[in-house]
């Protein structure tokens, strides 16, 4: 079997120019700060030589989608921060997919109630052919229903992959023992990616990045500073890519519970899924 090599060339130290800025708030000054992030970590196994880089992120986003074609997978989304005052919420995903990327089970958790009805998280199942929709409600209890129109799905995908390690200025490569690749260095920025428009006048964002020998990313760890609701906050995100090839995805019981089974729908998540 032959495997992607990762999307990593090894050079001489060089800042990625172009990388762009992000489309935050330029000039804000912010006057009440917090203590730095630290910088996140992502396990490895006994790195072995490492080297100053230039990452290629359109390739790393095409390798990456390609190592998951044809094989079912269990994609994690965490979106975290801390107040000052030490409260703390989690924006959590799940998505499990299948290998043929046609049927798809998300379930997501919101940090703080959402909505008219106080929405605490949903699920969606899509068929191949229609989604049917559970939302949780801190009021109202579960609401079902089968969308007939498209749905915004807020998958992990390999545009996302992308816009990260397109901003990604690294200072550090390192090939494993065992064939996996490790990436950290600074990120000019998360503003204006998919899910993540929450955050204002990032600061101090870094990111460690594995890539697996087959080719697939397998985690990312992003930590930073940044304004929420025009309160600093401390922030980390991680994206995982677990259980390739032996994830389970079935039908959720609560579908029967959706009334009016006519009509189609088609959920917006790049065409096909996660590109």
Known sequence: MNRPTPAILVAGLCVLAGCGGFGGQPGTEVRDTVTPAPVPTVPTESPESA???VID??????????????????????????YRNGSVYDDTTVHRVRPD???????AVYARPRGAINRT???????????????????DGPVFRQLETEVAIQYPGA?????????????????????????????????????????????????????TPDGYV???????????????VQAQITVAFTDVGSTRVTE??????VSGQ????????GQPLGT
């Open 101 to 107: 990327r046609e049927r798809f089970h998300a379930v």
């Open 159 to 211: 545009s996302l992959i992308r816009g990260l390690f397109t901003r990604l200025r690294p200072v550090d490569v390192r090939q494993t023992a065992f064939g996996s690749t490790v990436v950290t260095g600074p990120v000019s920025g998360v503003y204006g990616l998919q899910g993540l428009s929450q955050f204002r006048d990032e600061r101090n964002v870094t990111m460690a990045a594995h890539i």
């Open 121 to 139: 998280g949903h699920e969606l199942w899509y068929d191949g052919e229609r989604s049917f929709y559970r939302v949780e409600s801190q009021d």
């Open 252 to 257: 959720p019981a609560w579908v029967e519970n």
């Open 57 to 82: 992120a359109d390739r790393i986003a095409a390798d990456h989608w390609r190592a998951l074609d044809g094989r079912s997978h269990t994609a994690r989304t965490s979106v975290r921060w801390r």
């Open 262 to 269: 006519s009509g189609t729908s088609t959920p917006v998540v």
């Open 218 to 232: 397998g985690r990312i760890a992003i930590g930073f500073d940044a304004i929420v609701r025009d309160r600093p």
């Open 51 to 53: 080297s100053d880089g």
